[in-house]
């Protein structure tokens, strides 16, 4: 093929970049609008520029407690993320050893990914219900009164909650390490041991740095999917709300630009966090085209 | 799928080699049962509550656990004395497959061209780099956010409605744009078709560029050498981002409430508004039903194509 591109390189240019307008172009609408005027509305003009909605949202302003919302998000983001990282690793190494189970698991982190969301939310919701039943009445006759008396639900954000949202991230975190374990070079790890290094010095000094920045990239899907996630919070979240929640109840209600603002607010933890872990694997991946070979570098 | 066999020669005794792999084994274990204990307490037995849960009676205020087919038979109340009236719910899944087979055919053909640009035109791997993480960002942020994004364009004093009266082509501003069937279906497609980008794109980066090349020189047309060539061996990305994109909207509650104003009935929603009624068999026994219809639909992709052999 010769070097000239040819004419249906610049179609489907042109058809990329529509798309990529058609992502951003919504997006970039709202976060202009956020900055509306006191007297704006929820569409386009601006009439004037304001810092009006978001001082609304953060005083509260009649909505809903946001910044509650923002803090339970983000604790519960945080902890998924870690556990999505850790388990997945682990998980993921274990993929490298023959196992009994090891397709049943397989198969079951698919299953959930591509479970629809409301059919594993409504699941999540009757487990707890049917334990609060039972801990509610059966709870006294095991010498556990102590348990029933005052108990409402165990469902919460950390536990119903926490669970739903790993049965979204899990299955991410397994297949980026699939993806990476297709790539890695097995032999790295016998030379290791042929050196005497232990199993966990062998994943320690030599598996854990070459995977980290897509490691990064684990925690980077395990926070964002936790943070935005809504269907399968949807009924399992028990009396707390998160805040996609809060927002997904705001739009029936509201008709003042603060929505856009509190969308705004939501979309710059998004954007930080992706920079933040972007930047990470960067730094990452230079620190490893430097410091990685020294192979062709004659005599160190 | 990615299952690697540690095959180093066995040089040690038969003794201690069997040892070796029970060790082996049980560290497998410990590494992957964190994993697996999530999945059973999160999603395993969930599932299997649902099923057991949907035979169960109900009244009013809590679910009885009584065996009965309640749940199902108010779910198809109606659908025989009325005939050849459709009932509620065959009427709501039509509605559903209708979105459904709307939405997989426009994200199917954007994300198949998006991906093509990305696997066969893009020559340098930053660019490549650079252009899928373009791709991706928004999947990083929120779902609900990209949909309120459409109001200020599609409402009723929205852009499209301003240019569209500006420009002389309608005199006062149409309705449909927002809260309508329109809307859902492009806020679908909008969300999803990133799923179906994805997978397209690395079955594509699979072919063996000189096969294409093989393909010119023999004096095929660009059209031929995508039918031929690129189509077929694209196949399994096609078929993975399709399952991904049937099961979200077969399921959906959220995108079809929030741009459908609440207004239009789907699959979800079913299941969702017998919740909030506190009907828990009756919501079960939908689960169940959507279910079936989804394995349904999968299992007849995954013929056209063996998908294991793609992970």
């Known amino acids: 093929m010769g ?69 339970r998000s983000l604790a519960l983001g945080l902890v998924v993320m870690v556990i999505t990282v850790v388990l997945s690793v682990a998980a993921g190494m274990a993929f490298r050893k023959p196992f009994r189970g090891a397709s049943m698991l397989f198969y079951t982190a698919i299953a959930s990914l591509i479970m629809p969301s409301i059919i594993t939310s409504l699941g999540i919701a009757l487990e707890f219900r049917l334990v609060d039943d039972f801990i509610n009445k059966h709870a006294a006759d095991y010498g556990l009164g102590w348990l029933a008396e005052g108990h409402t639900t165990a469902m919460g954000l950390f536990t119903s909650g926490l669970g739903a949202h790993l049965t979204w991230t899990l299955p991410f975190g397994l297949l980026i390490m699939f993806a990476i374990f297709n790539r890695f070079d097995g032999r790295l790890e016998e030379a290791a041991r042929d050196l005497g290094a232990t199993p966990w010095q062998t994943f320690r000094h030599v598996v854990l740095p070459i995977i980290l920045p897509s490691v990064v990239g684990i925690g980077l899907f395990g926070f964002t999917l936790s943070w935005d996630e809504l269907a399968r919070s949807s009924q399992a979240i028990g009396s707390v ?42 730094v990452l991946q230079a620190r490893q085209r430097r410091q990685g070979s020294d192979a062709g570098k004659g005599m160190v | 799928m990615a299952v690697t066999i540690d095959n180093s020669p066995d040089t040690i005794a038969p003794a201690e080699s069997t040892l070796r792999k029970l060790t082996m084994r049980s560290i497998a274990w410990l590494q992957a049962g964190p994993m697996m204990l999530v999945f059973a307490l999160f999603f395993l037995l969930p599932l299997v509550l649902v099923v057991v849960v949907s035979a169960w009676d109900y009244n009013e205020y809590e679910m009885i656990p009584a065996f009965s087919f309640r749940g199902y038979t108010d779910t198809f109340e109606g659908c025989v004395a009325n005939l050849p009236e459709l009932c509620t719910i065959l009427k709501t899944y039509l509605k559903t497959l209708k979105l459904c087979l709307l939405t997989w055919s426009l994200t199917l053909l954007i994300g198949f061209w998006v991906a093509y640009f990305l696997a066969f035109h893009v020559r340098s791997k930053t660019w490549q780099i650079v252009l899928s993480l373009l791709c991706t960002i928004p999947f990083w942020t929120s779902n609900v956010i990209r949909m309120i994004a459409w109001i200020p364009l599609l409402g009723r004093n929205g852009l499209v409605n301003q240019g569209l009266v500006g420009a002389g082509f309608i005199n006062k501003p149409v309705e449909w744009l927002l809260f309508s069937e329109f809307s859902v279906v492009l806020a679908l497609v909008h969300l999803f078709t990133f799923f179906m980008v994805v997978p397209i794109f690395n079955s594509m980066i699979r072919i063996d560029k000189r096969l294409i090349e093989a393909a010119y020189d023999a004096g095929a047309s660009g059209w031929q050498t995508l039918v031929n060539i690129v189509i077929p061996l694209s196949k399994p990305g096609i078929v993975i981002g399709s399952i991904f994109v049937i099961t979200i909207v077969m399921g959906d509650f959220v995108t079809i409430g929030v741009m459908g104003g609440q207004q239009i009935a789907s699959a979800g929603k079913i299941i969702e508004a017998r919740l909030s009624a506190l009907q828990f068999p009756a919501a079960a026994a939908n689960a169940v039903i959507l279910l079936g219809i989804t394995i349904i639909i999968i299992s007849a992709l995954t013929r056209i194509v063996d998908v294991r052999k793609e992970l």
């Not at chain 1, 249906?8 to 240019?13: C, D, N, Q, T, V």
């Not at chain 1, 739009?251 to 930080?272: E, M």
């Open chain 1, 241 to 282: 709300n998160t805040l996609p929640l809060e927002l997904q109840g705001l739009t029936t209600t509201v008709t003042k630009p603060d929505i856009y603002a509190l969308g705004t607010l939501t979309s710059a933890v998004s954007f930080v966090v992706i920079f933040a872990a972007l930047s990470v694997i960067l």
């Open chain 1, 3 to 71: 070097d000239k591109r040819p004419r249906s390189f610049y179609i489907l240019a042109a058809f990329f970049s529509a798309y990529v307008l058609f992502l951003y172009g919504p997006m970039i609408a709202i976060y202009i609008l956020s900055f509306q005027g006191p007297d704006g509305g929820l569409t386009f003009p601006m009439n004037g520029v304001s810092l009006t909605w978001f001082g609304k949202v953060f005083s509260g302003g009649g909505i809903v407690d946001i910044g509650a919302a923002f803090k």
